[in-house]
T-cell receptor
């Protein structure tokens, strides 16, 4: 059973518009969530995170929203730029297993100029 | 500051061969881990270490061995390669096991087992 799900394998948006990437989780023990970005032939890099005590965290063009009751989080990128084209992974961890992050399958974002 | 360095970048093995994927970090990070990524899938945890001399199994440990004799190095050994181990392998480290400590990844090793 997949505990972290990114149901959209791909997303295409126009430059300047908003990109919304979604992530759902099933394990109620998860209390910390991270987003990573991955370019081809490189390792993932950390983008932004959110703790379960918050419902929003913002860093420049990137905002993550957390809806604990729905077990859902989303990453908003505004405005989207062609350089944002990459694979985005959602990851979750629990206080009881702090060393282990569980990843979703990723969403490939394409931002068209 | 090199971060997390993985070698080799590419490797082709025959079924039954053994090999070691190397991983080194120069950030004095306490926590290190190995993930594999298969096409269209996320990263799955193979093994991890919370400090020198301490290792534990992740989600998919079978067929792999690790050791952590120093803070800097965390090699992953394939004991007898199988085609199912064809994948991209990522090593990652973080400052601590705390949840607020994000992972720093290497650029991966692409392994093909024929």
């Amino acid at each position: 059973d997949q505990q972290v799900k990114q149901n959209s394998p791909s997303l295409s948006v126009q430059e300047g518009r908003i990109s919304i990437l979604n992530c759902d989780y099933t394990n109620s023990m998860f209390d910390y969530f991270l987003w990573y970005k991955k370019y081809p032939a490189e390792g993932p890099t950390f983008l932004i995170s959110i703790s379960s005590i918050k419902d929003k965290n913002e860093d420049g063009r990137f905002t993550v929203f957390l809806n604990k009751s729905a077990k859902h989080l989303s990453l908003h990128i505004v405005p989207s730029q062609p350089g944002d084209s990459a694979v985005y992974f959602c990851a979750a961890s629990a206080r009881t297993n702090a060393g282990k992050s569980t990843f979703g399958d990723g969403t490939t974002l394409t931002v068209k100029p | 500051n090199a971060g997390v360095t993985q070698t080799p970048k590419f490797q082709v093995l025959k079924t039954g061969q053994s090999m070691t994927l190397q991983c080194a970090q120069d950030m004095n990070h306490e926590y290190m881990s190995w993930y594999r990524q298969d096409p269209g899938m996320g990263l799955r945890l193979i093994h991890y270490s919370v400090g020198a001399g301490i290792t534990d199994q992740g989600e998919v440990p079978n067929g792999y061995n690790v050791s952590r004799s120093t803070t800097e190095d965390f090699p992953l050994r394939l004991l007898s390669a199988a085609p199912s181990q064809t994948s991209v392998y990522f090593c990652a480290s973080s400052y601590s096991t705390g949840r607020g400590s994000p992972l720093h990844f290497g650029n991966g090793t692409r392994l093909t087992v024929t």
